[in-house]
């Protein structure tokens, strides 16, 4: 699988906030974000960047009541991985 998925900001950050919470729903991920930008992020962009992420497999999602919640998958944590890595060595 390759990390193109990942080339988007705002996927990055959403697999960021992922797998710094403990399957989180879909509107705390929105939360953290916001609160993170500073601003606001219209819900088309936010579901559609989930959606995407979920269908590349980089995301599971289920139903828990009214709610979905989301867990990073084995690709999804070996991605973030390499994009962290990449980023260490440009920055060290």
């Known amino acids: 699988m390759s990390g193109k998925w990942l080339r988007s900001g705002l996927r990055r950050d959403i697999c960021v906030v992922v797998a710094g ?3 989180p729903t879909a ?6 974000l916001e609160s993170r930008y500073d601003d606001r992020i219209e819900p088309k962009t936010f579901y559609g960047a989930l959606d995407a992420l979920t269908d590349a497999g ?3 999602q289920w139903a828990d009541g009214l709610h979905d919640r989301y867990r990073l998958t084995d690709a999804g944590k070996r991605t973030l991985r390499e994009q962290y890595a990449w980023m260490r060595d440009i920055l060290d």
């Open 58 to 60: 980089y995301l599971d």
């Open 21 to 23: 919470a403990d399957e």
């Open 27 to 32: 509107q705390e991920c929105k939360a953290a």
